[in-house]
C-alpha cells in the first residue's frame, strides 16, 4: 500500500451537474422551439410586474408560459396566473437561486414544443444567480431607479453574466432625482456594449418595445435551429 | 450567500476524483477562481471550513488561484488583463469590450493525495 503523495490533475468545473442539467434544458428548448428568457434582479425591483406585463402583450399572439422562483411564497405565481397562461411555481426554501435542475423539474408535463416563449424569474438576488446557467437564451438583469445607479459596480458578475438590461420603474425617475446617464455609465462599465431598455410596468412606458423584440428573436432562434437541423449528420466538434 | 452550496458541490466532487484515482487522503484541492465566477473567496474559504466537518475531508486543505479577469482586446487584437471587474477596458489601451476570455473560472484543476 503505498502512501506516497502525488499531484492528480482534474479540470472540472465544481458545478458541473448543473453546468450538465443546463446544457440539457438548452438542448430541449432548442429542439421544442421555444424561446427561453430568464430575469434576474435585486428584491423589490419589479421583475414579476414587469413579466406580469409582457405576458398580457404577448399572450395575444403567442403560447406564453413561465416559472416563477420564490423562496417561500406563491404570492408571485399567484399574480402572474392572472395573465392566464401557464404559470408554475418553483419554492426553493433555502436556496436564494434557481438551478437548472430545478427549472426542470418545474417543467415536467409540460409540452414545450406547444410554446413559443418560456419566462424563467429567478429568486430577487443579484450575487448567487450569476453562477447558474439555466439553459436560458437570453438573460435580462433588471435595476429599479429607486435603487442606485452605481448598482451594476457593485455587483458586477450579474450584469456581466447578462445579456441586455432593463431599468424598471421610470416614472418614479423624476421623483427619485435618478441620474439616467450615470446608471447608463455603470452598466456600460461593467459590461461594455449591453442594450439597456427603461420601462415602466405601471404606465407602460417602454412596454411596447418588448413584443417586437422577443419576435424577432425567436424567429433568429428558430432559424438558427433550422440551420443547425440541416447540417445534421455533421458531429458536434466539426 | 450561496458559497456554502458551492462547497458542498466542490466536495461531492472532489469524492468522487479521489475515489476514481484510488486516492487514500486528499490533502490539497487545487481550485482556480474568477472574480467573475461570482462566488467570493472568502465566503468559499469559510464555507469550506464548515462543509469539510465531520467528513473524511476534514484535514483537507482548500488552495485558492485567483484567476484574473482577461479579454481580448479589439485594438490590441490580443488578450489582455483589464482595469477592474467594474470597468472592463484593457489595461494597455483602455479599450472597453464585453469579450471576456478568463475570469468566470470556477474549477478543480488537481488534488493533491495519498
Known amino acids: 500500500m503505498s502512501s506516497e503523495t502525488r499531484l492528480i490533475q482534474v479540470r472540472q468545473h465544481v458545478l458541473k451537474q448543473n453546468d450538465v442539467a443546463a446544457r440539457a434544458l438548452r438542448r430541449r428548448f ?37 416559472v416563477v422562483g420564490d423562496l417561500a411564497t406563491d ?57 447558474y446557467d439555466l439553459g436560458e437564451e437570453l438573460r435580462l438583469v433588471l435595476l429599479s431607479v429607486t435603487e442606485g445607479e452605481d448598482k451594476p459596480l457593485k455587483y458586477p458578475p450579474i450584469f456581466n453574466s447578462s445579456d441586455m438590461a432593463v431599468i424598471t420603474k421610470i416614472d418614479l425617475a423624476d421623483a427619485v432625482e435618478f ?27 417602454g412596454m411596447d418595445y418588448w413584443p417586437s423584440f422577443f419576435e424577432e428573436r425567436l424567429a433568429q432562434f428558430r432559424k438558427g435551429r433550422a440551420a443547425t437541423a440541416s447540417k445534421a449528420g455533421i458531429p458536434d466538434h466539426v | 450567500m450561496h458559497e456554502l452550496s458551492i462547497a458542498l458541490s466542490l466536495l461531492d466532487l472532489v469524492a468522487e476524483e479521489a475515489e476514481r484515482q484510488g486516492a487514500d487522503r486528499v490533502l490539497e484541492i487545487h481550485l482556480k477562481l474568477g472574480p467573475l465566477s461570482g462566488v467570493v473567496k472568502e465566503a468559499l474559504l ?18 485558492i488561484e485567483d484567476v484574473p479577469v482577461r479579454v481580448l482586446c479589439p485594438t490590441c487584437r490580443t488578450t489582455r488583463t483589464v482595469v477592474s471587474i467594474q470597468e472592463l477596458c484593457c489595461e494597455e ?13 470556477l474549477e478543480v484543476v488537481a488534488l493533491e493525495v495519498q
Open chain 1, 75 to 131: 404570492n408571485d405565481a399567484r399574480r402572474l396566473a392572472r395573465a392566464q397562461v401557464p404559470i408554475r411555481q418553483i419554492t426553493t426554501g433555502m436556496a436564494c437561486h434557481l438551478e437548472a435542475e430545478m427549472v426542470r423539474n418545474a417543467l415536467e408535463g409540460w409540452r414545450l414544443e406547444d410554446l413559443d416563449f418560456l419566462f424563467i424569474e429567478n429568486v430577487g438576488n443579484l450575487v448567487c444567480p450569476s453562477t
Open chain 1, 179 to 205: 441620474d439616467r446617464a450615470a446608471a447608463r455609465r455603470s452598466i456600460e462599465s461593467v459590461r461594455p456594449g449591453m442594450d439597456v431598455v427603461e420601462v415602466s410596468a405601471k404606465t407602460g412606458q
Open chain 2, 46 to 63: 469559510g464555507s469550506f471550513e464548515l462543509a469539510r466537518e465531520n467528513t473524511p475531508f476534514a484535514e483537507t486543505q482548500l488552495v
Open chain 1, 30 to 66: 432548442q429542439d421544442a422551439g421555444v424561446y427561453v428568457v430568464s430575469l434576474v434582479s435585486s428584491p423589490g425591483t419589479g421583475k414579476t410586474a414587469f413579466l406580469e406585463k409582457l405576458l398580457d402583450l404577448l399572450r395575444a399572439r403567442h403560447r406564453v408560459a413561465a
Open chain 2, 93 to 105: 489601451c483602455g479599450t472597453p469590450t464585453p469579450d471576456v476570455v478568463s475570469g468566470r473560472d
